[in-house]
């Protein structure tokens, strides 16, 4: 069996690296997809700490992440098209300005 | 059960000001008088079940719900009916449904969205005016205290495309704030001091501290600022300004507010909290020498007042003084009785000098009236009821209750105050009986077709085809019902109270009793009587009635026998006249001590001085300082979402490394 | 080594290889059909009746060159068709084809004709057969291509949207049987009703059934909704640009989810392995036997309905299927709480 | 300890496949290797006795999610990041403020793991306390789901719809009316 601590550790880590692409990467895609990876992350301390526990809470909240990454990447990859339309970009430093 | 007393009302109340505008009028002022009658019915049920309960039990109390929670503080919206809440529920409910009867016919020429307006204003000034007595501590009073002030004020510039209407609204709300102001502060004393607000409470925890005699102590300063709120309220000396011109609103909202009701609730309050005010002998002095000054004061200028209204409006006054001199004297009972007595016959007056005021489309100088006896049979004949029973002729209501009032005065030992009270009750009598001469006997001095412009915009039906089959006309049925049953109330409501002396069993001070139990002061009424003081109620008694019959008579020969004697009066003192016509000037003395100061120093002090320099400077520096470090701060502001999110990124770490430290 | 497993083993293998003919079967059965259907033999030359034409065609696309376009992605050109063809076979995996059985006495216990008995089967072929869509998409946006492009943006709009409709006619099933399991949903279609009428899901949920049709030839990608290939259209669509074995791997693949497809209905809608006369032992020759039928419906279908058009594809696809499996959903979900309550 | 081989596998898989995401420049590659990713994730739920979520992870976010982020990509057809957007004048973009930003990631990292392994009962296998079977039952999963946490599920219906018309709406060429 694999300790509990295991899990987190590889959360952590997957977690950091999601943390990372935001920062690092120039396209708005990769930043989503980083995102992506974070939230993953939490899903997997959810489901390890779940297990832990015993109960099947730790997997419920696991399905509203879910739900709530779908809505996000919705909202978001519209968003991304939207301003690809308009500045044949996407570089995220492109739309500093303000307004438009 | 308390609830509904004055939920009726609101709910006339938010019936007319939601839909009214889009009713006919039988609709509207049907419904606001239902909700009246009805709240009368729960009034009587809910005094009938009091009554039913053994007298030291007597209070009923509903807590609606908890209004302010914070910490240790917490305040109920709690709702109490006792033996003195009995009474004024049931002369606000009772008088008021006849007011809001008589108001059906006395507004019926008003445009529909108006009537509606003014019966929305009348409902919510009852359910305020039920508030204010059946509140359970001060702050729910205070609700009910500013409610009917409101009311007042919009009820008064009802008809607010007249400028005076709008003028003395804003006086009225001016002048009570002052009071009110002094009201919060005592009530705010009192909770500093006490910690609670509620009435019994106080009253058990003040009965237990011996009375501040020979000191002014906080109680005094308590009651004082209490009193200060009730001379603005009950129109006392030197806040009683705002109501001889509170008449600028229809008649019916004078006899209602500015009579029977409203302006009670001072009177009302010093009662509420008798136990406080007897133990602060040095704010009762006051208030019994402010009354009775108040009562003398008004009587002179009601003397000379020419405008039918305000006669009646200075002989409110001159009432309600004497209700604080009793007050004043630690007769509460007594002040309450005539509180309740002078209800009726107040109401009445007002009401029948609307009837008048009616007939004659507006007019309110009595010098233009006369011989209206022939013309106006009922409210003759009800007018001439009220003023005799306000007079203090000997088995009408206003004989007993003024009586006691100066019993008590004289029993208690203030003789000054006693005489004083009986020069005003003589000039009450005598003005009274001057404005029911001058208006109703004699010659005809009107002439009312010929009246292009009536000073008042009241009723403006002046079509020709209207004015020419009747010119005057009697009380419509509405008008007449409400005059004939408050005329039978000014006879009998008295005989409630009738002293022993007379072989009577005052019921109303019994009942009343549990409501002052804890002040003392109602002992020496309850007390046996001895053959002395039967002896001494007897004279006095005889004293009243002649005071009444000599007032009545000194009318009969100035204003009705022979009308040169006042003319040369008037010749012969022309200053003390004009100084009476004139109020005393107190309207002038007051705009140029308070107001004119006031103004003058607003405009050059606060406007000029502090509010450009500093106020604006403040303002306008901290924009400049804004301005100028957001020039620095606009660095920050990149718009590259990875600078945003870099920024939360060094938050995250520095808060998860804070706790984890 | 457990006799047991050898046999389970021996049972994966004869499941792969089955699988593996299928498609052989199927591509000669498909040109056999469409030939009567035109009115012609299909391939005759080949072996009798142009039995043997299915090897001749393998040989032939083994013996081709393998192309690449300049400018394709290497690695995902390659990784594409094997995304796919794994994807079928995988999806395989969790479908039973016949009762357990002891092989006549044999073994201690008994073992599953099938490759694994999973509790959560049915997720698992949905999961899957949707992974199956990379295969296609990645060999459209790979070959550097637009034909091939148009036909891997085609393939992924139109499976995610037919996926839809095809999963909620699937969890009526499920609400039906109450398990996610294939093995017990086909038990718990064993029996008949009043005696005569075998209790198939199909008579309990027809609009299902037909739903999950229309969902499955879309999700294969096949006439009247072939729109990733679209011949007219596309050239071939997604694999255009492909040759050789690389080529051959796409078909096979469809035909292996027209397997697979056909495989889930029979399990879910035609009671399985149960059927009358035959002993349960040979339960899986009524599973072949509707297998093929419903194969040979899908291959009817493609040679006579016309072919849509895309936007009346997704139109149809969101108004008209993703709506009544809602509806027939909703109205199972009631029906099931009415009756067990 | 097969099992355990397995655990490193897939976790090794999945951040090597995670930090490939971020370590390339083409955004296809991105998505294959993410999807890679939540697949060695869905192998750690199936590990974790969750095979609905391990399902739900790859039907969702594989089948689902994914699949649109390649759509955009392919429709976009942006394969690679443009480097030369890249705006040095600024003074956040200097090489030491993005010295102090790597600095700030592992400080991230350092903290999370401590975070998360000052948490009590750690070092015990993940299932000592037993409860497999209520853990991986669908049925327990969806009676709590649907009762417990029904308005949770409710809320997060709306939230879809609400996501769906916004993505509706910002997806729409301007100007195409109506």
């Known amino acids: 069996m694999i300790p509990l601590s295991h899990y987190l550790i590889v959360s952590a880590v997957l977690f950091t690296i999601g943390t990372a692409g935001v920062f690092l990467r120039r396209n708005f895609i990769t930043i989503l997809l980083s995102i992506e990876i974070m939230l993953n992350a939490v899903n997997l301390t959810f489901v390890a700490f779940g297990r832990q526990q015993g109960g099947v809470d730790g997997q419920i909240i696991v399905f509203f992440v879910m739900a709530v990454a779908a809505a996000e990447a919705a909202v978001g990859l519209a968003i991304v098209i939207g301003l690809y339309r308009h500045r044949e970009s996407l570089n995220p430093d492109a739309f500093a300005s303000l307004k438009w | 059960m308390l609830a509904l007393i004055l939920l009726f009302p609101l709910l006339g109340f938010l019936a007319n000001a939601s839909f009214g505008r889009r009713l006919p009028k039988t609709i509207s002022g049907g419904v606001a008088s239902a909700v009246m009658v009805a709240s009368f019915t729960v009034s009587a049920m809910t005094v009938w079940e009091l009554a039913g309960l053994p007298v030291e039990q007597r209070a009923i109390e509903q807590t609606i719900y908890t209004w302010i929670a914070s910490g240790d503080f917490v305040l109920d919206l709690t709702l109490r009916v006792d033996p003195l809440s009995a009474v004024m529920i049931l002369v606000i409910t009772g008088i008021g449904s006849l007011i809001h009867i008589y108001s059906t016919a006395y507004m019926h020429e008003e445009a529909d969205s108006e009537y509606a307006r003014y019966f929305a204003y009348l409902n919510l000034f009852a359910a305020f005016m039920l508030v204010l007595v059946l509140g359970a501590n001060f702050l729910v009073m205070f609700v009910g205290w500013e409610g009917v002030g409101l009311c007042s004020y919009l009820l008064i510039g009802f008809w607010f495309k007249k400028q005076s209407a709008i003028d003395a609204g804003k006086k009225a709300f001016v002048v009570n704030r002052i009071g009110d102001y002094a009201f919060i502060l005592g009530m705010l004393l009192l909770f500093a001091h006490f910690g609670t607000l509620d009435f019994q409470q106080l009253a058990a925890t003040v009965a237990t501290i011996p009375p501040e005699v020979g000191v002014f102590g906080v109680l005094s300063i308590a009651s004082l600022l209490l009193f200060i709120g009730a001379t603005g309220k009950s129109a006392q000396i030197p806040l009683y300004v705002w109501l001889p011109d509170a008449m600028e609103g229809p008649t019916p909202v004078s006899a209602l507010i500015h009579a029977a009701t409203m302006v009670t609730a001072g009177v009302y309050m010093i009662g509420r909290n008798a136990v406080l005010f007897s133990h602060a002998p040095g704010t009762l002095m006051i208030v019994a020498v402010i009354g009775a000054l108040t009562a003398l004061l008004a009587a002179t200028i009601g003397l000379v007042q020419n405008d039918m209204k305000r006669v009646l409006a200075y002989s409110t006054v001159s009432q309600l003084g004497l209700m604080c001199l009793a007050m004043g004297v630690g007769a509460f009972g007594a002040g309450i009785f005539h509180l309740y007595t002078h209800a009726f016959f107040k109401a009445l007056l007002f009401l029948g000098s609307g009837a008048v005021i009616h007939a004659l489309h507006g007019e309110q100088d009595i010098r233009n009236m006369g011989g209206l006896k022939r013309h106006l049979p009922v409210t003759y004949w009800t007018f001439l009821v009220g003023a005799l029973a306000i007079s203090g002729v000997p088995l009408l209501s206003g004989f007993f209750s003024k009586d006691e009032i100066l019993y008590e005065a004289f029993r208690e030992g203030h003789t000054v105050l006693w005489f004083i009270g009986a020069v005003a009750s003589l000039m009450t009598a005598a003005y009274m009986f001057r404005l029911v001469f001058l208006t109703f006997h004699g010659e005809r001095r009107h002439d009312a077709p010929a009246h292009p412009e009536p000073s008042h915009p009241e009723p403006s039906h002046l079509a020709p085809s209207h004015l020419a089959p009747s010119p005057l006309h009697d009380a419509p049925p509405a008008m007449a019902f409400a005059l004939i049953v408050l005329a039978i109330g000014a006879v009998l409501a008295g005989y409630i109270g009738v002293p022993h002396a007379l072989g009577g069993h005052n019921q109303l001070a019994e009942w009343l009793a549990p409501s002052f139990a804890a002040s003392g002061a109602v002992g020496g009424e309850l007390a046996a009587v001895g053959a002395e003081e039967v002896a001494l109620e007897f004279t006095l008694m005889g004293v009243s009635s002649a005071i009444a019959l000599g007032g009545i008579a000194i009318a009969v020969l100035v204003w009705l026998r022979r009308p040169e004697i006042a003319a040369s009066m008037a010749r012969r003192y022309p200053g003390l006249h004009r100084l009476l016509l004139n109020k005393y000037y107190v309207d002038e003395v007051y705009n140029a001590v308070v107001v004119q100061p006031i103004r003058v120093g607003s405009q050059e002090g606060l406007w000029r001085g502090f509010d450009v320099r500093v106020i604006d400077g403040a303002v306008n520096g901290t924009g400049a300082i804004v301005a100028a470090s957001a020039g620095v701060l606009r660095l920050l502001q990149t718009g590259f979402v990875r600078t945003y999110a870099g920024s939360m990124l060094i938050g995250v770490v520095v808060i998860l490394g804070y706790y984890l430290w | 080594m457990d006799l047991t497993l050898l046999v389970q083993l021996g049972v994966i293998g004869l499941t792969f290889f089955m699988l593996i003919n299928a498609s052989a079967i199927l591509v000669l059965a498909e040109r056999k059909i469409m030939g009567f259907m035109q009115q012609r033999y299909g391939p005759y030359l080949v072996g009798p009746h142009g039995m043997l034409q299915p090897f001749a065609d393998i040989i032939k696309l083994l013996m081709k060159e393998e192309l690449r376009p300049k400018g394709a992605d290497k690695w995902l050109f390659t990784l594409a068709p094997v995304l796919s063809i794994t994807a079928a076979f995988a999806a395989f995996a969790a479908v039973p084809w016949g009762a357990q059985t002891t092989l006549f006495g044999l073994l201690e216990e008994p073992v599953t004709l099938g490759v694994a008995d999973i509790n959560v089967g049915i997720l698992v072929i949905f999961a899957i057969t949707s992974m199956g869509v990379y295969g296609i998409v990645l060999a459209g946006w790979s070959s550097n291509s637009k034909y091939s492009l148009f036909g891997g943006l085609r393939a992924s709009a139109q499976m995610i949207s037919y996926e839809l409709s095809y999963a909620t006619a699937l969890a009526a099933v499920i609400l039906l049987a109450g398990s996610l399991s294939l093995r017990e949903v086909v038990d718990g279609q064993s029996g008949a009703w009043l005696g005569f009428i075998p209790s198939w899901y199909v008579f309990l949920q027809p609009v299902g059934f037909v739903i999950y049709m229309i969902a499955g030839v879309a999700e294969t990608n096949r006439a009247p909704f072939d729109f990733p290939e679209a011949e007219q259209e596309l050239v071939a669509g997604y694999n255009t640009e492909y040759s050789s074995v690389r080529f051959a791997l796409f078909p096979q693949a469809e035909y292996i989810n027209m397997t697979t497809m056909a495989a889930v209905a029979t399990d879910l809608y035609l009671g399985g392995w149960h059927g009358p006369f035959l002993p349960p032992e040979y339960g899986w020759i009524w599973f072949l036997l509707k297998v093929g039928a419903i194969l040979f419906a899908y291959i009817w279908v493609r040679w006579t309905v016309p072919r849509y058009r895309y936007d009346q594809l997704m139109h149809f696809g969101w108004k008209w299927l993703f709506p009544a499996a809602v509806i027939n959903l909703i109205l199972t979900a009631a029906l099931v709480l009415y009756f067990d309550a | ?112 793991a401590w975070a998360l392994l000052s948490a009590r009962g750690l070092a015990g296998p993940v299932g000592a306390r037993g409860g497999a079977e209520t853990v991986s039952s669908v049925r327990v999963l969806g009676r709590v789901l649907f009762t417990d946490y029904v308005f949770a599920f409710e809320a997060t219906s709306i939230l879809i719809l609400v996501a769906m018309v916004g993505a509706v709406v910002l997806a729409r060429r301007e100007g195409e009316g109506s």
Do not use: C, K
Not at chain 4, 22 to 43: D, E, K, T
């Open chain 4, 1 to 112: 300890m097969p099992e355990t081989l397995v655990f490193y596998l897939l976790s090794g898989l999945a951040i090597g496949a995670s930090a490939i995401v971020i370590g390339q420049r083409n955004p296809m590659y991105s998505v294959m290797m993410l999807i890679a990713s939540f697949g060695a994730l869905a192998g750690l739920y199936v590990q974790l006795d969750a095979p609905f979520v391990a399902v739900a992870q790859i039907i969702i976010y594989a089948g689902a999610i994914m699949v649109l982020f390649l759509f955009v990509v392919m429709l976009l057809n942006a394969s690679r990041e443009n480097a030369a957007e890249w705006d040095r004048s600024h003074p956040l973009r200097q090489p030491a403020v993005v010295r102090f930003g790597g600095l700030l990631a592992l400080l991230l990292v350092v903290q999370l």
